[in-house]
């Protein structure tokens, strides 16, 4: 399996401008979660999505931020406008399930590292 | 929602054992505990998950008292590798299958 996918695996652009960031999450995944890591913040999950639906989204930090998964082996995390604030490693994890008593292990990719200028 | 304590850094060499505790004092009946661990430009990974007890795989070992308000990760030997943060997380009921990271504890192995 390839693990999750996403890209790109890096983002420069300019105040102002849109950002989208993909996620391919691994097959047979239902459940799908997008973080992001700062210095100053640490690890924060934004969204996280079940079967295609958003359970949560609490952790989105203002509207400039929108999340879809239109099918189980894709989903977009959307910046718009963005600003240099945002910049950050964005991570997307998927599991099995939400919650299965135990926890599912979550399966990370390899981020992607935005600058905002 | 249950709270994790956990020492910023630690200092390691090559060969030794580690152990990193983890306290969460206001743990609930039906929370697991689990450990990831994150290498530098990489997303985080599992390492390990326990409910009470004792728990063992091919990477570390997690030790739990029986009133469960804390942890602790045993790494057996540290290589440079091992170099990392490592994350305590409690998941249950109240977490709804999120995982909430504090901010670790970064380990550095010497040579």
């Known amino acids: 399996d390839a693990g999750v996918i996403q890209s790109p695996r890096h983002e420069v652009t300019e105040m102002g401008q849109e950002v989208t960031l993909r996620c391919k999450p691994i097959?047979?995944?239902?459940?799908l979660f997008w973080y992001r890591q700062t210095m100053m913040r640490g690890l924060e999950l934004l969204i996280y999505f079940n079967n295609n639906v958003p359970i949560d989204d609490s952790g989105m930090p203002e509207d400039r931020f929108s999340a879809k998964m239109p099918n189980a082996s894709f989903s977009t995390l959307k910046i718009q406008p963005s600003e240099p604030r945002d910049s950050a490693v964005y991570f997307c994890?998927?599991?099995?399930?939400?919650?299965?008593?135990?926890?599912?292990?979550?399966?990370f990719g390899p981020g992607t590292r935005l600058t905002v200028l | 929602l249950a709270k994790t304590t956990q020492p910023i850094s630690m200092d390691s060499y090559e060969g030794q054992e580690v152990n990193i505790t983890c306290s969460h004092n206001n743990i609930a009946t039906n929370d697991y505990i689990t450990w990831y661990q994150q290498f530098p430009s990489q997303g985080p990974r599992f390492i390990i998950q326990g409910y009470k007890t004792k728990v063992t795989n091919e990477v570390a070992s997690l030790f739990i008292p029986a009133d469960r308000k804390s942890s602790t990760l045993s790494l057996p030997r540290v290589s440079l590798s091992d170099t990392a943060v490592y994350y305590c997380l409690v998941i249950g009921d109240n977490q709804g299958g999120k995982l909430i990271f504090g901010q670790g504890t970064e380990l550095s192995v010497k040579p």
């Open positions: 994890a998927s599991s099995h399930s939400l919650y299965s008593g135990s926890g599912d292990e979550q399966f």
């Open positions: 097959s047979g995944h239902n459940s």
